[in-house]
Nanobody, 122 residues
Framework: QVQLVESGGGLVQAGGSLSLSCAAS?????MGWFRQAPGKEREFVAA????????YYTDSVKGRFTISRDNAKNTVYLQMNSLKPEDTAIYYC??????????????????WGQGTQVTVSS
């Protein structure tokens, strides 16, 4: 069982930046970030395939967020710029245990972190 540990959340003003990290205790393949705001379903934010060559984003964060990974460190990152109040949510790191096609479905991910709060004030 692979453990995922996120860090880097916090409070920032609109227009600011935050960087999230997620360290895995073992090898993982596709890694992704999801978020869940109060009263809403968990939604896909970004994903990166295991070689790091292919990345995917939900439309609302394209051009503002960047996902990257360092396989030597088993770590995935999410750089968030130009943050908006609607980005406020708990952000979860997720990972797949096998090589598979890209997916934005939470149910396809095998491992989850505990979540880190991101709050953007207006």
């Amino acid at each position: 069982q692979v453990q995922l540990v996120e860090s880097g959340g916090g409070l920032v003003q609109a227009g600011g930046s935050l960087s999230l990290s997620c360290a895995a205790s073992g090898r993982t393949y596709t890694m992704g970030w999801f978020r869940q705001a109060p009263g809403k379903e968990r939604e896909f934010v970004a994903a990166i395939m295991w070689l790091g060559r292919n990345t995917y984003y939900t439309d609302s964060v394209k051009g503002r967020f960047t996902i990257s990974r360092d396989n030597a460190k088993n770590t995935v990152y999410l750089q968030m710029n130009s943050l908006k109040p609607e980005d406020t949510a708990i952000y979860y790191c997720a990972a797949e245990s096998r090589i598979s096609p890209y997916t934005d479905s939470p149910g396809e991910y095998d491992y989850w972190g505990q979540g880190t709060q991101v709050t953007v004030s207006s």
